[in-house]
């Protein structure tokens, strides 16, 4: 109190949100930063880890299904077809007239993206540690059960640096350089959320998930923020949750906020919420677009409206593995090997690409780019290619038939029984009074309270997610509010969130 009354009101402002540090956890990235910051860190949300298991597995999601039915394929040349009719481009078989450009590819080197800045020159990630002994990995609880077995040879011959000293292999990589990796490392990717639930499954189990993001989390604390665990207790954590998490999840997330990774407090906030809040709105219909999933939610004077939460499972990463299809098919394509889901490289070239060429508009878009592959056992190579029907990907989020998700495996059904739960909703039981016995003897039972009358109840079970069209679900989501005059309001403000960059 002394400080208060003593420190002078423009230092006050600029202290604030300096001991605050806000999370928001996403399936492909976290965002997280102190309050202070004008913008966050975004970091790819996933770890490498060192793996001796032979076969060797380059990432921990081979065993989803990601094959593409007769019927799935069929509905996506329905929905090209409509997408080109609306866009006024040729359709998806039909051969462009009169076209004023040869399709050209070819190997080239050096080339700039078209906004005029140069590519940075590719390497893989360095996987070797000249210092095992550093914070990172002494702090990490994940060193225990991790065996380094150093090089039988250096692979740098030209480092001197690297043979006087005793190489070992990191015990993980975090962040975009576990992207990198060379797919010929002994490495395996873990990615801890998917399509906005933790992605747990036989071959991914539940402890190893809570590990991964305590390990990504920590070593974005220490080594991007710079918080060590000695002054953790002096920080405190906003939780900002997407609404497709349940209750047990955001349990277990808060757990490794204040248990694990040792802040001194805690508050959960959604990330609906968060985002009207931030600017300065108190009803909005938020329209949130992430890397893999999509939500929908109105919110009013301050409150979310849970009957009105959609959840569409599709995002930015579907419109980058749209873009594939199209250009394949359009065979606009090198010759290359690009493989999203045994290559994460593959993936992040293909967002880039989606976040500097694909565009909403009518008529015919194409751009000249470069292609990079990652082939195995060959340097990364760069291809000079004309890349057509830039527009057509992002309209997946409007014909999601365009858009094929891979099916992920589920988590197991007992893991959703939440035997710890106190928050039960026992104000929704019916009881049978008797006629003698007062109202006030059945505590949190809603009755005889008319400013309550006019809201409705809410179910707070998780809605499955649904197969429509992201104006579809807006205009439902809206609808679902019941008052024409709410409707009117949030039809007039609607605000688009982006988690990730889908479009130019």
């Not at 597995?57 to 040349?77: G, I, P």
């Not at 919110?299 to 939460?309: K, M, Q, Y």
């Not at 959609?310 to 930015?316: I, S, V, Y």
């Not at 003897?441 to 992201?470: C, F, H, I, Q, R």
Request: glycine share 4%; proline share 7%; aromatic share 8%.
């Amino acid at each position: 109190m002394d400080y208060l009354k003593s420190v002078v009101p423009s230092q006050l402002i600029a202290e604030r949100g300096s001991n605050l540090v806000v999370i928001n956890p996403g399936s492909a990235n976290i965002r997280i930063g102190l309050a202070s910051q004008d913008a966050p860190f975004n970091v790819p949300h996933c770890i490498a880890r060192y793996t001796n298991q032979i076969p060797k597995r380059n990432v921990q999601d081979q065993m989803l299904n990601s094959q593409v039915t007769t019927a799935q394929h069929m509905e996506r040349e329905r929905a090209y077809d409509v997408i080109a009719s609306l866009l006024k481009i040729p359709f998806l078989d039909e051969e462009v007239a009169n076209s004023s450009f040869p399709r050209k590819m070819g190997r080239v080197d050096g080339h700039g993206m078209h906004n005029g800045k140069k590519d940075t020159v590719f390497s893989w990630t360095d996987v070797h540690e000249r210092n095992p002994t550093s914070p990172v990995a002494v702090e990490s609880s994940s060193s225990k059960d991790v065996n380094h077995e150093p090089l039988n040879q250096c692979v740098d011959t030209d480092s001197k640096e690297l043979t006087s000293s005793v190489i070992k292999y990191k015990q993980f990589i975090c962040g975009e350089d576990a992207l990198k990796i060379s797919p010929s490392e002994p490495y395996c990717l873990h990615r801890p959320i998917r399509r906005g639930h933790l992605n747990i499954s036989q071959q991914y189990p539940t402890q190893q998930v809570l590990e991964d993001l305590h390990v990504i989390w920590d070593w974005i604390l220490i080594e991007k923020l710079h918080i060590p665990h000695s002054e953790r207790n002096l920080y405190s954590a906003i939780l900002v949750v997407p609404e497709t998490f349940d209750n047990r999840e955001i349990k277990e997330m808060l757990t490794i906020v204040l248990r694990d990774l040792r802040f001194g407090s805690a508050v959960v906030h959604q990330e609906g919420l968060a985002a009207v809040f931030g600017n300065g709105l108190s009803s909005a219909c938020v329209v949130n677009v992430g890397a893999q999933v999509t939500t929908v939610i109105c919110i009013e004077d301050g409150v979310a409206l849970p009957a009105t939460a959609k959840t569409l499972p599709f995002g930015g990463e579907d419109l980058s593995r749209c873009l594939l299809w199209t250009q394949r098919h359009h065979q606009t394509w090198p010759p290359i090997c690009t493989d999203i889901l045994s290559k994460p490289v593959d993936l992040l070239m293909l967002n880039r690409l989606k976040e500097s060429y694909c565009e909403i508009r009518e008529g015919e878009v194409d751009a000249v780019a470069v292609v990079h592959s990652y082939e195995e056992g060959t340097p990364p190579g760069s291809h000079k290619t004309r890349l057509t029907a830039l527009n057509v990907p992002p309209m997946g989020l409007f014909f999601p038939m365009l858009l094929v998700p891979d099916v992920y495996p589920p988590p197991p059904r007992a893991w959703f029984h939440d035997y710890e739960d106190m928050l039960e909703e026992t104000w929704q039981t019916e009881y049978s009074r008797r006629p003698d016995v007062p109202d006030n003897v059945y505590p949190g039972v809603n009755v005889n309270y008319p400013m309550w009358d006019s809201y409705p109840v809410y179910a707070t079970k998780p809605k499955k997610e649904e197969k429509v069209g992201l104006a579809e679900a807006i205009a439902s989501s809206i609808l679902l509010t019941g008052r024409i005059d709410l409707q009117r309001k949030l039809f007039l403000s609607i605000q688009l969130s982006f988690a990730c960059n889908s479009f130019k």
